[in-house]
């Protein structure tokens, strides 16, 4: 596979992030967005450590993946639990 697909997938998944980003008003899918965004840019490290046959680069890639997931992980622990009145 050429190196130029895995750069156009990581383009598309770092703009989708980025529209999600900006039209997106709650912060939940706002959320989603900014780890989709880390995804792609996570996609273009493997796809160059892959065309450059470079083993260390794909632990930058894991380490930046291993962000994108911390990161979804603790703000969906600080969205606000609606209010339960009478429980």
Do not use: C, F, K, N
Not at 25 to 42: F, N
């Amino acid at each position: 596979m050429p190196i130029t697909h895995v750069y156009y997938l990581a383009s598309g998944l770092w703009l989708l992030g980025l529209a999600g980003v900006l039209v997106r008003p709650d912060g939940w899918a706002r959320t989603m967005a900014l780890v989709v965004m880390l995804v792609g840019a996570a996609t273009v490290l493997v796809g160059a450590a892959r065309a450059w046959a470079a083993a260390d680069i794909h632990g930058l890639a894991a380490l930046l993946l291993a962000l994108a997931g911390a990161y979804a992980v603790v703000l969906a622990t600080l969205q606000a639990a609606p209010d339960r009145e009478g429980s």
